[in-house]
């Protein structure tokens, strides 16, 4: 079920772990590399404003933060 591969995806930490195993399954592929690769976690200050901007306006971004 999809709920399972997105619980195994989340317990990856890094972004070339992540890449190592979307490179294994087209099933993984196709769920890691447009939804966990880039925007998993962002670290930034609340007064990086172009980067909140940037976010905000791109609801697929957005909802993976």
């Given at each position: 079920?999809?709920?399972?591969?997105?619980?195994?995806?989340?317990?990856?930490?890094?972004?070339?772990?992540?890449?190592?195993?979307?490179?294994?399954?087209?099933?993984?592929?196709?769920?890691?590399?447009?939804?966990?690769?880039?925007?998993?976690?962002?670290?930034a200050k609340?007064?990086?404003?172009g980067l909140?901007e940037h976010?905000?306006?791109?609801?697929?971004?957005?909802?993976?933060?």
């Amino acid at each position: 079920p999809q709920e399972i591969l997105d619980a195994i995806v989340s317990e990856i930490e890094t972004p070339c772990n992540l890449l190592h195993l979307a490179l294994t399954q087209k099933r993984f592929r196709d769920l890691i590399i447009p939804w966990h690769i880039r925007y998993r976690v962002i670290f930034a200050k609340i007064s990086d404003v172009g980067l909140w901007e940037h976010i905000a306006s791109r609801r697929d971004l957005a909802s993976r933060v």
